[in-house]
């Protein structure tokens, strides 16, 4: 009899989980406190935060991971739409609308790609209409 066994396939969750740990261990190396951890909006076409952390200074960081495994269609940081900073955005004030002061805020990526890690700070911006 002829057993082959198949090593468990990692899904793209999986995979995505492990960049946002990754993530979160280098922001809190470097001071950062975790506040919450894949915040979403409620209902239909809200928005969702990877990770949403604090600075030493006050200045709250909300993150959006991605990780990607080669340059195809701009990589990690080209597939971050201008829909999608819409979306993590609207999630932001949403997040923020408990807050009785607004802090100073910052919309950071993390990128996790072949193996190496980059930290964006103020990699998008809120802009008026």
């Given at each position: 009899?002829?057993t082959?066994q198949?090593?468990p396939?990692?899904?793209?969750?999986?995979?995505?989980?492990?960049?946002e740990?990754?993530?979160?261990?280098h922001?809190?190396?470097?001071?950062?406190?975790l506040?919450v951890?894949?915040?979403?909006?409620?209902?239909?076409?809200?928005?969702?935060?990877d990770?949403?952390?604090?600075?030493?200074?006050?200045t709250?960081v909300?993150?959006?991971?991605r990780r990607?495994?080669?340059?195809r269609?701009g990589?990690?940081?080209?597939s971050?739409?201008?829909?999608?900073?819409?979306?993590?955005?609207?999630a932001?004030q949403?997040?923020?609308?408990?807050?009785r002061h607004?802090?100073?805020?910052?919309?950071?990526?993390v990128?996790?790609e072949?193996?190496?890690l980059?930290?964006?700070?103020g990699?998008?911006?809120?802009h008026?209409?």
């Amino acid at each position: 009899m002829n057993t082959f066994q198949h090593a468990p396939q990692v899904t793209t969750k999986q995979l995505g989980d492990d960049a946002e740990d990754q993530a979160l261990a280098h922001l809190q190396d470097r001071g950062l406190q975790l506040l919450v951890r894949n915040y979403r909006t409620p209902g239909r076409g809200g928005g969702e935060i990877d990770l949403i952390v604090r600075e030493p200074s006050g200045t709250v960081v909300f993150v959006e991971v991605r990780r990607r495994a080669n340059q195809r269609h701009g990589g990690a940081l080209g597939s971050i739409s201008q829909g999608k900073q819409q979306r993590i955005i609207f999630a932001a004030q949403h997040y923020l609308r408990s807050w009785r002061h607004w802090p100073p805020c910052r919309f950071d990526v993390v990128v996790v790609e072949r193996g190496q890690l980059q930290w964006l700070q103020g990699a998008f911006q809120v802009h008026a209409r």
